[in-house]
């Protein structure tokens, strides 16, 4: 008798189980898109990528938000070393943005050719509340300027704040310069 309450338990069991797989709990979240067209709003971040690349979730879209106007040095990558200051972008922008609330402001052309969200980024709470990540990152001395059209609008104030970095030997600016920061890559306006 012990034997087949054994087996009776375990079939139950089993019948549960399986019965459990096939029924779908609705979902209340918010469809997600990673393409398409993105508003203006309050993002959570998700994640930090590099200095200059993101993950976020807001209503309507969870994906990569790469930062327009700046350059950071790059992470090391499969194939690919970092560049010098990499690291230490990568970590201020973590520092000031990850796990934060930002407000999202896609760019005019909202995608780079990796799909990846163009925006600017201001945190709405920590130590750099209200102000704009690129610019932040620029006068710091983690990024140089990287002006793309159509998503220039912000491009004249970036690069003032990059050259007062270089000015005064801020970041990147006095630990490597520009050649080791982003080998490969041409300063803008060629010098």
Known sequence: MHRR????IIVVLLAVVGIARLVRVPSERIPITSSGTVAEGPAEVLDV?????????MAGYEG??????IDTPEIEHPGKPAGC???????ATRAWVDGRTVNLVPALEQRDRYDRLLARV???DGPIAGRDLSR???LAGFAR???????????PAIAARVRS???????????CGFAAAFPGKEPVGGG
């Open 5 to 8: 309450s054994l087996v009776l």
């Open 49 to 57: 990528s590099d200095g200059d690349t993101i993950r976020v979730r």
């Open 64 to 69: 990569p938000v790469r930062i327009v106007g």
């Open 85 to 91: 200051f990499g690291t230490e972008a990568a970590a």
């Open 122 to 124: 201001v945190p709405t």
């Open 136 to 138: 932040t990152l620029a």
């Open 145 to 155: 300027e990287l002006a793309i059209a159509p998503n220039t609008q912000d491009a």
């Open 165 to 175: 970095a270089q000015r005064h030997d801020r970041g990147l600016w006095l630990a």
